[in-house]
T-cell receptor
Framework: DQQVKQNSPSLSVQEGRISILNCDYT??????FLWYKKYPAEGPTFLISISSIKDKNEDGRFTVFLNKSAKHLSLHIVPSQPGDSAVYFCAASGAAGNKLTFGGGTRVLVKP | DTAVSQTPKYLVTQMGNDKSIKCEQNLGHDTMYWYKQDSKKFLKIMFSYNNKELIINETVPNRFSPKSPDKAHLNLHINSLELGDSAVYFCASSPPSRADTQYFGPGTRLTVL
């Protein structure tokens, strides 16, 4: 059973426009959410996170929104740059602390 | 100066062999992990060690045995390799203050023929 789902396997966006990546979860015990970015042949790198006590967290061009009632989070990248082309993984952790449950990833392609 | 390093990067071997993947982190983190990324690209945790003690052991066959000689190293030994073990294996580590934020190694692509 997939507790974290990224229903869009891929996304294509023009440089300078907004990229919106979505993630849904089913486990109400999750209280911390993260986004990771992964380039080919490299490990995932931490991008941004949000605690369940917040509904928004911003870091430069990256903003994560959390809607707890809908069990949904999204990552906004504004403006999108060609270097943002990568696979983005949504992840969640719960009261157990350090166990991360990952979504299947969304491949983003930013066209110049 | 790589934060989390894994060796080898690629590993091709025959079914039935035994192989090891090594992981080292120089971040001073207390907790280390092994993840498996299968052909469908899902990243799933296998093991987690905190200060050399096993704290997470997901449903992983007994053929997989992690070993942590010290808190900077977590090696993964796999016995009697099977075709289904082909995957990319990622090591990660996290600081004690924020165990959710994990730092990953570059991955080891294991191919079992």
């Amino acid at each position: 059973d997939q507790q974290v789902k990224q229903n869009s396997p891929s996304l294509s966006v023009q440089e300078g426009r907004i990229s919106i990546l979505n993630c849904d979860y089913t486990n109400s015990m999750f209280d911390y959410f993260l986004w990771y970015k992964k380039y080919p042949a490299e490990g995932p790198t931490f991008l941004i996170s949000i605690s369940s006590i917040k509904d928004k967290n911003e870091d430069g061009r990256f903003t994560v929104f959390l809607n707890k009632s809908a069990k949904h989070l999204s990552l906004h990248i504004v403006p999108s740059q060609p270097g943002d082309s990568a696979v983005y993984f949504c992840a969640a952790s719960g009261a157990a602390g350090n166990k991360l449950t990952f979504g299947g990833g969304t491949r983003v392609l930013v066209k110049p | 100066d790589t934060a989390v390093s894994q060796t080898p990067k690629y590993l091709v071997t025959q079914m039935g062999n035994d192989k090891s993947i090594k992981c080292e982190q120089n971040l001073g983190h207390d907790t280390m992990y092994w993840y498996k990324q299968d052909s469908k690209k899902f990243l799933k945790i296998m093991f987690s060690y905190n200060n050399k003690e096993l704290i997470i052991n997901e449903t992983v066959p007994n053929r997989f045995s992690p070993k942590s000689p010290d808190k900077a190293h977590l090696n993964l030994h796999i016995n009697s390799l099977e075709l289904g073990d082909s995957a990319v294996y990622f090591c990660a580590s996290s600081p004690p203050s924020r165990a959710d934020t994990q730092y990953f190694g570059p991955g080891t692509r294991l191919t079992v023929l």
